[in-house]
């Protein structure tokens, strides 16, 4: 396949879905355990979060159709430790804990992974000046 250079430019995300297995256990997970802004949920099986303007979709029909694929989402945090510490406190198992990842020329580059109920990953990161 042949591709041509396009007019198109993506660049900001509007939204990103999350196959998940049961709707009502994904959205406690978000909601009370993550802290995230819950708009509302809608049939057959979808929640909807704001992510500070992107939307998270959590959608259980796509868990059911078998395509449990998941990107990773990662969550932009001030302090590493702290962040991870205060979900520790929660129940959520850290799968991978803050570590450096790079030295950039401005700041050094931190994360951490854990998994949501459904075993889609997650992370943080942070960006230490």
């Known amino acids: ?18 196959p998940v297995s049961d709707i009502d256990r994904a959205i406690v997970f ?7 802004d819950f708009l509302f949920k809608a049939p057959p099986g979808l929640g909807f979060f704001d992510c ?14 078998g395509k449990t694929i ?3 989402i ?15 406190n929660q129940g959520v198992v850290i799968e ?3 570590h450096l990842v790079a ?4 700041h050094d580059l931190w994360m ?3 998994r949501d109920p459904d075993q889609n990953l997650l992370a943080l990161m942070c960006e230490v000046r």
């Open 74 to 88: 990662y969550f932009l945090v001030s302090d590493i430790p702290e962040s991870t510490k205060q979900l520790e």
């Open 30 to 36: 978000y909601k009370d355990i993550l802290g995230m």
């Open 96 to 98: 991978t804990p803050p």
């Open 70 to 72: 998941s990107s990773v």
């Open 1 to 18: 396949m042949k591709f041509e250079k396009c007019s198109v430019r993506l660049s900001k995300i509007g939204q990103i879905a999350i």
């Open 103 to 106: 030295n950039m020329p401005d």
């Open 112 to 114: 951490a992974f854990f």
């Open 52 to 65: 500070d303007g992107i939307r998270l979709l959590l959608d259980a029909p796509a868990w059911k159709d």
